[in-house]
Nanobody
Framework: VQLVESGGGLVQPGGSLRLACAVT????????IDWFRQVDGKQREWVSG?????RTTNNADSRFTISGDDPRNRVYLQMNSLNINDTAMYFC?????????WGQGTQVTVSS
């Protein structure tokens, strides 16, 4: 299983970004995908999750929306009304076949 994030970058406060997680190697619809984020020196924080069939989503913050027609291929994280506290490295994760898989992360920086 491989997860590759993209879409991060520099954005001004109040702006939006859409992150993408490209997924390969998952054949079962039983493996959901989550987004986490981490600031240097702090614990990794759960942001959003989608079930393996794409029908159930959960978001820690109403500004963020996870989506994906088929989470076995690609999952998105739409982030709106960003503020400086959203600055972090964002990671894609799945627990599949009894193992945890992480992507390499994509940096989101919110700054004026």
């Amino acid at each position: 299983v491989q997860l590759v994030e993209s879409g991060g970058g520099l954005v001004q406060p109040g702006g939006s970004l859409r992150l993408a997680c490209a997924v390969t190697g998952i054949t079962s619809r039983g493996c959901g995908i989550d987004w986490f984020r981490q600031v240097d020196g702090k614990q990794r924080e759960w942001v959003s999750g989608i079930s393996g069939n794409g029908r159930t989503t959960n978001n820690a913050d109403s500004r963020f929306t996870i989506s994906g027609d088929d989470p076995r291929n690609r999952v998105y994280l739409q982030m709106n009304s960003l503020n400086i506290n959203d600055t972090a490295m964002y990671f894609c994760h799945t627990r599949c076949m009894g193992q945890d898989f992480w992507g390499q992360g994509t940096q989101v920086t919110v700054s004026s």
